[in-house]
Each structure stands twice: as structure tokens, then as C-alpha cells.
């Protein structure tokens, strides 16, 4: 497809303008027109017009800050990416891009574009199971080709007056999400750590590169048009009381937490900075750039305040791109009416007007939405949500009925932190790992005495979930075999428990070992059988009700 040379108004920036005309340079290269002087490269008897990189190309400026973040992805901030799959996305979009453009256009061109889209596919996409520092995994390779090769494809498929309409990586990664589900695909989590050198230096290379090239193309207002637009949203559905859960999270998201999360992430900084901002796909109206990033930033917003869970969120904060973006047309009509109502000599009807206008009757929108849902997503919500996974919710509800227990503590043994812990944002510390094992002993004996006894209505201060009716089944039968555990435990060490779902909250257990001695009792009156005594290896999962942390799941190991 050969496009015309892109038009650019008078109200446009000249950087944002020259660089329309930069990319455009190669569609507009035909195969009839004759070479012209500079570059060229034989292929057998014929001579093509090679097109390399320049210095002062922005692409290649965003290109150094993607491929900055890449490395510390790498390295310091432990991505679930490997070598391989970011490969696999840049390799994909290269030969694409390079075989349209050489058999449209007969021009050997270094795919500039292309492997941005590659990059920022690369960049977001995720596949479960993919675990850091397996460089060269090829997990989900065929899921990497396939976004990338649809990204890339979109801006030769979907035109408006020569120009892609959507920003290929952000169609491609919606619709990729969209069809795979949260079992199969992941966009890059929200949260990338406590904050740390690394995430300073993160968010530095962040905002310094998008500020030096959203001032040199003019976009700087679309940057910040999204920021203040979004980050108000973002507020307003915080304070109705929202929440969200991610599987990186113990807690719920809410409040504060959610603001912040949501607003200040790397993530969103490399959104607002380098997605939004395709100088293909904005408006080429300075006003209609405004209403174009408060629009996406309200119905990122209005989106993800309809979403409960971080992988919902994220994709709701990519749609309002591509739904945005699908208005761009609109919105290029109405400049330019204004724009030739100008050069008649007549007064231009007020742009902003009906613009202002819808944008107030999004914000109401937002507000209301906010509201009503609010009121029914609030933290009780959240709390029964956190009941199967098995992670706290700061609930307030106390154990029932929680029987005082004679025990010495300081008999316990010292609880070690398993990395998989220290991953997780929580504010988890010695103190607490201390806490949820001198519970776990408590808790034993609670159901040591339960089954001893043969009182059912001592569990429900000790156990809860599965645990619970897997000791209540052993109760059920009168006069029937219970088997009664004492244990001694030497050594604990606090882990994370994993999950089938990838997007499930995180679920910590105490993995305890030591030695056991089994009781078996029968009979009415109960007459106990001496057991065994062995080594045993057992992790048991643990929720905080009130102010204790209650058996959840017991795990053999």
C-alpha cells in the first residue's frame, strides 16, 4: 500500500510534523520512481535506495530508553521475560516490516518502527511460567510471534488518509489479552518493587527521556492532559472505597495504596510517555491533543474503576487507547474544519466547546460509577474474595471463641524468610514471621485438645476452609477413629504457597519440620492406641482473622 505524503497543518509542531514526514519517507517511495543519490545496495543486477537509522531520529531516542529499561529488566529488577521471547518479538516485526516495505516499495529500510512495536510488546506481554534468569526460555515463543506479527500487521490493515489509525503494539496487546485470558497471558505488573535505587533510577530514565522527547515533538500537553485527567479519576474512584487484588499483593489494594499504585507506577509513566504520544496516531489539532489525552485518561479511569483485579485493570488501561484512538478521525475532522473556517475568514466555532462538554459528561460519568460501585466493592467484598485464596484482609472479625493455651514459646524455633516472601509487597518483617508461628503452635494445640476431647466447637478458634471440614469429617462419626498429632517443631521457615491461577493474590504458609507422635482414639469412652513417632515435613497455609492467624490448608510436603 502506497500512502500519500502525510499533511501537516500550520498548528501542528514542527518536530511532531518532521517527524510524520521522517516515517512517512518509505511509504511514499514507490518502485517506478528513480534512485535517488545517496545510499544504495545491490541485489544481483539491481541497485535499491538504502534507507539507515539517523542520530536525530526520536525513534531511535525512544528506542535507547526501552532498551535501557530492558536491561535493568534483566538484571536488577528480575523480569519474568527471557532474552529469547524479547528476540522472538523484535525478530517477528523486523521481517515483516522489512518484507511489506521491500516488495511495496523497493527501498531496503532499517524497520525503525517495526522493532519499537516489538520492543513495546516485548516490553508488556508476559506468559506465566516464565521464570527470571532462564535467558534463553522459548516459553510462549509462538504467543510473542503472534502478538508482535498482529501489532505490526494492524498499521497495514487498519488506515485512515494513509496512516495508521491505532497504535500497533497497544491494538495488538489488547486484543492478545483479550483472547488468551489471565491463564495464558500477563501484561507487566503495576507494582516493581519497594522503592530502591533501582526503582529511582527506573523512574528517572522514565521521565527524563519522555520529557526530552514529548518537548522536542510539542506532546508534552498530551502527557500531561493524561496525567492530571487520569490521576484525578484515579482518585475519586480510590476515595469510594475500590479495591483491586494483584498477585503480588497479600493485601487488597485500596485507598492510598491504589492511588499510588496505579498513578505513579513505571508502567503507566512508559504509557503516558512513549504509547500515547505515536505521532502517527494523535490528533494533528493542538487543541484536539488535549482533549485526546484527557479522553484517554478519563476512560482509563472510568475503565478501571469497573475492574477488581490488577490484570482487568491493566487491560482496561490499554483499551482506553485503542478506544480513543478509534475517534482519532473524528476529532482530525473537527480541527480541520476549524482550521479552513479560519482561512475563510470567519470567525471558527469555539473547538473546545463540545470538547469541554464531553469531557465534563465523562467526569460526571467516572463520579457516579464511582459511587455505585463503590458502595458495593468495598472491602467486605474484597474479604470474602480473600476467603478461598487464603490472604489477609485486615479483617476485623476475631477468632471465635479463641480458648486460652498453656504453651512455651520460647521453645519455638527461629522463623526464616524464604525469598519467594521478600518478593511480595507486604510489610512482612521478622516480627510478624514470629507472630504467625507462635499462632501455628497455639493452633495445634487448640486441635490437639479439639480431637482429644472430641470438641468440634474448639476448631473454629484454631482452623478454617478446607482444614476445617477435613477435622470436622473425623468427628462426624460417633464413637469413630480419631487421629490425634503432637508435635515438635524445630525448625520454620515462612514460604509462599504456589497457585494454579497466576493472577491469584499470593498465599503464605509455615513450613514447619520436626518430630510427631501419632494418637489414635476410638471408642465411647475414648480408649487412645499409641502410634508411631517419626520426622514429619509439613507446610500449613495460614489466614489472619482478627488477631490471630488461623489454619487455612495443610500440606505435606
Known amino acids: ?29 514507490t518502485a517506478d520512481q528513480t534512485t535517488p543519490p545517496g545510499r544504495t545496495i545491490g541485489f544481483g543486477k539491481h541497485r535499491y535506495p538504502l534507507q539507515l537509522p539517523k542520530l536525530t531520529d526520536p525513534r531511535l531516542h525512544l528506542a535507547s530508553v526501552i532498551f535501557s529499561l530492558q536491561i535493568l529488566g534483566q538484571t536488577a529488577l528480575k523480569f519474568d521475560l527471557s532474552i529469547a521471547q524479547i528476540l522472538v ?35 508488556i506481554f508476559r506468559v506465566p511460567g516464565t521464570e527470571h534468569g532462564d535467558w534463553w526460555s522459548m516459553h510462549g515463543a509462538h504467543l510473542f510471534a503472534a502478538t508482535a506479527a498482529l501489532s505490526i500487521l494492524s498499521k497495514y490493515v487498519i488506515t485512515y488518509r494513509g496512516s495508521h489509525i491505532f497504535n500497533p503494539s497497544n491494538l495488538g496487546l489488547v486484543i492478545a489479552f483479550l483472547i488468551l485470558g489471565p491463564y495464558l497471558a500477563d501484561p507487566q505488573d503495576l507494582w516493581w518493587g519497594p522503592l530502591s535505587p533501582t526503582i529511582i533510577a527506573v523512574i528517572a530514565i522514565i521521565v527524563a527521556g519522555g520529557l526530552l522527547i514529548t518537548r522536542r515533538l510539542g506532546l ?13 479519576g484515579i482518585g475519586l474512584i480510590a476515595q469510594s472505597g475500590h479495591c483491586m487484588t494483584a498477585r503480588w499483593s497479600i493485601d487488597a489494594v485500596c485507598g492510598q495504596r491504589y492511588w499510588t499504585t496505579l498513578v505513579l507506577s513505571p508502567e503507566i509513566l512508559v504509557f503516558l510517555f512513549f504509547m500515547i504520544t505515536d505521532p502517527r496516531t494523535i490528533p494533528r489539532n493542538k487543541q484536539a491533543r488535549i482533549v485526546y489525552g484527557v479522553g484517554i485518561g478519563v476512560l482509563a479511569a472510568l475503565l478501571s474503576s469497573l475492574q477488581r483485579t490488577e490484570f482487568a485493570t491493566k487491560v482496561a488501561i490499554l483499551a482506553a487507547l485503542v478506544v480513543v484512538c478509534a475517534f482519532r478521525p473524528m476529532l482530525d475532522a473537527l480541527g480541520e474544519r476549524r482550521t479552513n473556517r479560519a482561512e475563510l475568514g470567519s470567525a471558527p466555532r469555539a473547538f473546545g466547546r463540545p470538547m469541554a462538554g464531553v469531557a465534563v459528561a465523562l467526569v460526571v460519568g467516572i463520579l457516579g460509577v464511582a459511587l455505585l460501585t463503590g458502595s458495593h466493592r468495598t472491602m ?15 479483617s476485623t472479625n476475631q477468632a471465635v471463641g479463641r480458648p486460652a493455651v498453656d504453651i512455651d514459646l520460647t521453645e519455638l524455633p527461629k522463623v526464616e524468610i524464604d525469598d519467594s516472601v521478600l518478593k511480595v509487597n507486604s510489610n512482612l518483617g521478622n516480627e510478624t514471621a514470629t507472630t504467625m508461628l507462635q499462632d501455628l503452635a497455639e493452633n495445634l494445640e487448640i486441635v490437639r485438645t479439639a480431637l482429644t476431647q472430641r470438641d468440634s466447637t474448639l476448631l473454629d478458634s484454631a482452623v478454617l476452609g478446607q482444614r476445617l471440614i477435613e477435622l470436622q469429617t473425623q468427628l462426624a462419626t460417633p464413637n469413630g477413629t480419631v487421629t490425634i498429632e503432637d508435635r515438635t517443631i524445630t525448625s520454620a521457615t515462612l514460604v509462599r504457597l504456589e497457585d494454579p491461577n497466576p493472577q491469584a493474590p499470593p498465599r503464605l504458609a509455615m513450613r514447619i519440620t520436626g518430630s510427631m507422635t501419632t494418637t489414635l482414639s476410638s471408642g465411647s469412652p475414648p480408649t487412645t492406641a499409641a502410634g508411631a513417632s517419626d520426622k514429619f515435613d509439613e507446610s500449613f497455609a495460614l489466614r489472619l482473622v482478627g488477631d490471630h492467624y488461623l489454619i487455612l490448608e495443610l500440606i505435606r510436603n
Open 1 to 29: 500500500m502506497v500512502s500519500a505524503t502525510v499533511h501537516q497543518p500550520a498548528s501542528e509542531p514542527t518536530m511532531a510534523g518532521q517527524l510524520r514526514a521522517d516515517i512517512a519517507t518509505v511509504e511514499s517511495t
Open 89 to 123: 518479538s523484535l525478530g517477528t516485526v523486523a521481517i515483516i516490516e522489512f518484507t511489506i516495505t521491500f516488495w511495496q516499495h523497493r527501498v531496503v529500510a532499517w524497520p525503525a518502527s517495526a522493532l519499537l512495536t516489538g520492543n513495546g510488546v516485548a516490553f
Open 220 to 232: 508534552l500537553p498530551i502527557t500531561l492532559a493524561f496525567f492530571f485527567s487520569y490521576s484525578a
Open 380 to 394: 467486605e467484598d474484597f474479604e470474602l474474595a480473600a476467603a478461598s485464596a487464603g490472604f489477609s484482609t485486615g
